[in-house]
């Protein structure tokens, strides 16, 4: 199976399906490896190619199998809930109105332009509804009730529009979840996605109203976020059972918008941008929290950071310079 070029705008390549194997680092990776904690904050990288873990290297206590905390990389995995839930029947599809779900809040708050809102434009954080992130996160966090504060939000922009960046927005795609299955958003995972993959997931945040964290703080091990890659890089794929629809996949990493803050476009959740020559497909989270692919190369990557040694947003830029500089040249050459 290959991947469609008009989607992708890339060379095609075999997909080959592979699980988590031995490590057999090549010596000059591993000697490349060794950079990459210079950046500070990183405590884990694995590198898989062709389906086998080509290099590991990890720090202080962490291990391929120890949870931690992906932070908003947990948005990549929501949306793949959100393709199994249309699947399965439980939601209509992408262009489904949200109102409906909140038929408690809006016979209270009757608002049509909110409630036309639709869930594909909460999947590319174009709700139009203010943020709910970076300085309005605090007040966000400790209120009473998540997507009632989300709900009441300003509409700052038009629905279906410009991109704002809201975990707020991607909450509400967990409250969705929750409502139309009838399950919590982990319950449905779990019978879905993750127990179908083996992936046990550690600690993950709920809200006042018992609602899992919609796009933050769940817990997953660095060999299991190498499991999702994967299965993203086959299409949808693990162990011949196909978990998440191929043209959901297709259609998760399209570009629908563009981040005003980073050279980055958007998919339903997954990112992608350009490294040298090649395109990278990411999930990305807080403090460098990264599942990457690079189809071209058939490499998938997991990479966590330690949040306490995390300052400013300088990493970041450190990451991408190492691998346009470093490593990518060095995984091309494989």
């Known amino acids: 199976m290959r991947f469609n070029v008009k989607q992708f705008f890339i060379i095609p390549i075999l997909l080959i399906a592979g699980q988590v194997a031995n490590a057999q680092p090549y010596n000059e990776l591993n000697g490349v490896l060794e950079s990459a904690f210079e950046i500070g904050s990183i405590e884990s990288v694995m590198i898989e190619k062709n389906g086998d873990v080509i290099a590991q290297q990890f720090t202080g206590r962490m291990s391929p199998n120890r949870p931690t905390n992906i932070k908003s990389a947990s948005k990549s995995i929501l949306s793949l ?184 476009d958007m998919g339903y959740l997954w990112w992608r941008r350009s490294v040298n020559g090649y395109e990278v497909i990411f999930a990305w989270g807080h403090g460098g929290q990264y599942i990457m692919m690079i189809p071209e190369l058939d490499v998938v990557m997991a990479i966590t950071s330690n949040l306490a040694r995390v300052q400013g947003r300088g990493h970041q830029r450190a990451l991408f310079r190492y691998l346009e500089e470093d490593l990518v040249p060095l995984l091309s050459g494989l």
């Open 81 to 264: 809930l959100v393709g199994i839930a249309i699947e399965e029947g439980y939601l209509e599809g992408v262009d489904q109105p949200i109102g409906e779900f909140f038929e408690d809040y809006f016979e209270q708050n009757s608002n049509p332009e909110k409630e036309a809102i639709t869930i594909v434009d909460l999947l590319t954080m174009r709700g139009g509804l203010e943020s709910t992130s970076i300085r309005n996160y605090g007040r966000w966090v400790v209120s009473s009730n998540w997507h009632r504060y989300v709900l009441n939000g300003e509409l700052i922009a038009e629905p279906g529009g410009r991109m704002i960046y809201s975990t707020g927005s991607t909450h509400l795609l967990s409250v969705i979840l929750t409502r139309a299955t009838g399950m919590s958003t982990r319950e449905f995972g779990n019978r879905y996605l993750f127990g179908p993959m083996g992936i046990n997931l550690g600690g993950w945040d709920r809200d006042p109203q018992g609602y899992y964290f919609g796009g933050n703080n769940m817990a997953m091990s660095p060999a299991d976020m190498l499991k999702i890659g994967r299965m993203m890089m086959d299409l949808g794929k693990w162990q011949d059972e196909q978990v998440v629809p191929q043209e959901w996949i297709l259609d998760s990493v399209k570009t629908y918008t563009r981040s005003n803050f980073n050279p980055y």
